[in-house]
């Protein structure tokens, strides 16, 4: 009997222009925590979704147990006992959430003897059990489409541990989750390697590797570089093996110069689909050269104030300027043409159209301007030449460069696409939320080089982050949202961590 539950030997997996995964070979000890570690594309979730049976290895073998095996789809993988929760949620929309977690496994009984059926009664109970015993509360009947990202990120949870899944793959589970879900998660994931489970966790996130992960394995560009014991090794060594050079952990800011007003919020109140208040009464403004961010906790109403910014939503009530301009009632296209920029918070949903090449989805927002359409007709070369640019300048990878399809990005260089792409439109404000979501270590001091390089532009920027160090380090200005209301506004360096933490629970009055 081998000593690895997993072994992974000599594994290469291509897609059109790039080597995905080039002679990888691992091992994964039975009961053990081993984190992944790797710069956005560098073959992680690649790896792991062979695995899971999503995709196949052009090259070597895997051994589940010992024995060799043919890992051909998830239902073959969750046979063999693994289960994974992915980055980019792999969920049905107009189901709900019972639907989506029993997909595949649907509990059939037979009425009177012979007529089949779905217990779906059943199957929400037993959700609903699951959901309370890891605290992961979710309401079973809820289609997909009405709830958050971060309940969504639950379902997937729940998906997994709903399938008693044996080896558990978590490709970046706390992306989008709060500091307190974090904490409970990796708690979860303890008590899961402490009762015998073994636990594969892909992350950026160098500290949670070092407070779960025994043992830490280093991709860059494909490869296999290094392995590691966590407890020995510190997180600048492991920030070091991942991108090849130091990263710094402190953003080098100058002192702010504020200019004129350029943003202006009066008395905002949006509602939801159910017309209740998710934002209620909201005012602020934010200057030129100035980082104004808004902490909270997920759900509180914040992404639907940069929604309603950006038009996305309309306002139930009150009233948005820019630079003296109203633009409550404009369109999505007339308020990025004022200037709007806006990095959503689902890159997927609301930042790219996935099918489309890198090319395209760089001019979503230009493509009917002159330098790229004339007379009616669309400019490729343009497109092209102009993405180019972008690719250079914001290191995106992609393996056929300005033709790759979006889809077959990592989730890192998507949103690389979704940054170039708006802070090249030059607008003086710019919305950025969650803008390092399931990022590396290193694109993350990038993108936050950028907002402070943009903010000593002049321009207004807006950040909605749930990464509370994120918020501490980029901002000038502080608001804390909870339960749909702003219950401060102060400069962050008059501001300690743990009293916006307090502001964020509601516990300040």
């Known amino acids: 009997m081998s000593d690895y539950i997993v072994e992974m030997r000599h594994i290469t997996k291509k897609f059109p222009g790039i080597i995905a995964n080039k002679d990888v070979s691992l091992q994964v000890k039975k009961g053990e925590i081993l984190a992944i570690l790797g710069e956005n594309g560098a073959g992680k979730s690649t790896l792991m979704s062979m695995l899971f049976g999503m995709y196949e290895p052009d090259e070597g073998e895997i051994y589940v147990r010992g024995e060799k095996v043919n890992i051909t789809s998830p239902n073959e993988a969750t046979k063999l006992n693994i289960g994974m929760v992915h980055q980019h949620f792999k969920l049905a929309q107009e189901y709900t959430i019972t639907q989506n977690i029993v997909l595949g496994i649907e509990p059939v009984k037979r009425r009177w003897g012979f007529l089949p059926y779905v217990d779906l009664k059943e199957a929400n109970e037993k959700v609903a059990k699951l959901s309370k015993q890891y605290g992961l509360e979710v309401d079973p009947t809820s289609k997909i489409k009405d709830i958050s990202v971060s309940v969504q990120q639950r379902v ?80 600048k060594e492991m920030a070091r093996m991942m991108v090849g050079r130091d990263v710094k952990f402190e953003l080098n800011k100058k002192e702010a110069e504020f200019g004129q007003e350029v943003l202006k919020v009066e008395h905002l109140t949006v509602k939801d689909s159910n017309q209740f208040e998710v934002v209620k009464d909201v005012s602020f403004s934010i200057r030129e050269g100035e980082v104004f961010a808004i902490a909270g906790v997920s759900g509180n109403g914040q992404v639907e104030i940069a929604d309603a910014i950006a038009g996305l939503v309309p306002a139930a009530g009150g009233k948005i300027l820019l630079n003296g301009q109203e633009i409550t009632k ?180």
Not at 164 to 189: H, N, R, Y
């Open 156 to 235: 997937e949870i729940l998906k997994m541990l709903y399938r008693d899944a044996e080896i558990l793959i978590f490709d970046e589970p706390t992306a989008v989750l709060t500091p307190q879900e974090i904490e409970f998660l990796l708690k979860i994931i303890k008590n899961l390697r402490d009762s015998g489970k073994t636990i594969i966790l892909i992350t950026h996130k160098l500290e949670e590797i070092k407070k779960v992960a025994d043992r830490c394995v280093v991709l860059c560009r494909g490869e296999l570089v290094d392995t590691c014991e966590v407890a020995t090794t510190s997180t």
């Open 330 to 509: 404009m369109d999505i296209r007339s308020r990025s043409e004022a200037g709007v920029a806006y990095i959503p918070e689902d890159r997927q949903a609301y930042g790219l159209v996935l099918d489309f090449t890198v090319a395209e989805n760089a001019v979503l927002k230009d493509y009917y301007k002159p330098e790229f359409c004339e007379k009616g007709v669309l400019n490729k070369e343009a497109f092209e030449s102009y993405s180019d640019k972008l690719i250079d300048k914001y290191d995106i990878r992609s393996g056929q460069g300005s033709k790759t399809q979006v889809r077959s990005m990592s989730g890192g260089n998507q949103q690389k696409i979704i940054i170039g792409r708006e802070i090249e439109l030059d607008a003086p404000l710019v919305i950025f939320v969650q803008p390092t979501r399931g990022l590396d270590i290193g694109a993350i001091e990038r993108i936050h080089e950028q907002i402070i390089e943009e903010r000593n532009k002049g321009k207004a920027i807006l950040l909605i982050s749930l990464e509370l160090e994120e918020v501490m380090n980029c901002a000038d200005t502080i608001g804390v949202i909870y339960n749909g209301e702003i219950k401060t506004i102060k400069e962050a360096k008059s501001l300690t961590t743990k009293e916006v933490g307090e502001y964020m629970m509601g516990v300040q009055a």
